[in-house]
């Protein structure tokens, strides 16, 4: 069964440094999520993509992340100068299309902690 | 605006037991619900949906039926496994053409022997 998979399953980094996650879609989707979890908290959209430009994005998604599709099968979420508090589990996602009763497939998530 | 409000976990039940998760919603327009489930190591699963008033989604026993008088969508299941045991999502999409999700804080069910 295809699957979402996302690279780092951990990834622990300092303060100001910047971190890349990695994800690999289903192939044969077109639309890209990244969501994330803040331990305790609800899970949030934070940007979703689409022909290779970000097609809506949250408020949590400011000039700090990044999105990118640099090839043909990896969707990356970059975080410049990280902060504490982007600790949390982030969730990549892919869907074949963006229609509201879609089902996305969600990834196992990285948990990023930021010390 | 739009959110997903779920009951607080954990809840705990015993083997064959009946199981209630509230989930009630705010929305602008009409939702797709959605409850998800997320094993654990594993990521988020679409555990089944619901796309207009008075609709139930169903998949592996469990069921839930939209309902809008009460803006709410609980899950349910008759009788439990051990192998239920997990974090349920309930979600909402609804007037976004990108297919964007909104989640409720999630509610682990923990199934004992």
């Known amino acids: 069964e295809p699957e979402v998979t996302q690279t780092p399953s951990h990834q622990v980094t300092q303060m100001g440094q910047e971190v890349i996650l990695r994800c690999v879609p289903i192939?044969?989707?077109?639309?890209f999520y990244w969501y994330r979890q803040i331990l305790g908290q609800k899970v949030e959209f934070l940007v979703s993509?689409?022909?290779?430009?970000?097609?809506?994005k949250s408020e949590i998604f400011d000039d700090q992340f990044s999105v990118e599709r640099p090839d043909g099968s990896n969707f990356t979420l970059k975080i410049r100068s990280t902060k504490l508090e982007d600790s949390a589990m982030y969730f990549c996602?892919?869907?074949?299309?963006?229609?509201?009763?879609?089902?996305?497939?969600f990834g196992q998530g990285t948990r990023l902690t930021v010390v | 605006g739009n959110s997903v409000t779920q009951m607080e976990g954990p809840v705990t039940l015993s083997e064959e037991a009946f199981l209630t998760i509230n989930c009630t919603y705010t929305?602008?327009?009409?939702?797709?619900l959605f409850w998800y489930v997320q094993y654990p190591g594993e990521g988020l699963q679409l555990l089944l949906k619901a796309t207009k008033a008075d609709d139930k989604g169903s998949n592996k026993g469990f069921e839930a039926t939209y309902r809008k008088e009460t803006t709410s969508f609980h899950l349910e299941k008759g009788s439990v496994q051990v192998s239920d045991s997990a974090v349920y999502f309930c979600?909402?999409?609804?007037?976004?053409?990108?297919?964007?999700?909104?989640f409720g804080q999630g509610t682990t069910l923990q199934v004992k022997p």
């Open positions: 979600a909402l999409s609804v007037g976004s053409n990108t297919g964007k999700l909104i």
């Open positions: 929305a602008t327009g009409y939702p797709s």
């Open positions: 192939s044969n989707h077109l639309y």
């Open positions: 993509f689409y022909n290779n430009e970000i097609s809506e």
């Open positions: 996602a892919s869907s074949e299309a963006p229609r509201e009763n879609t089902e996305a497939f």
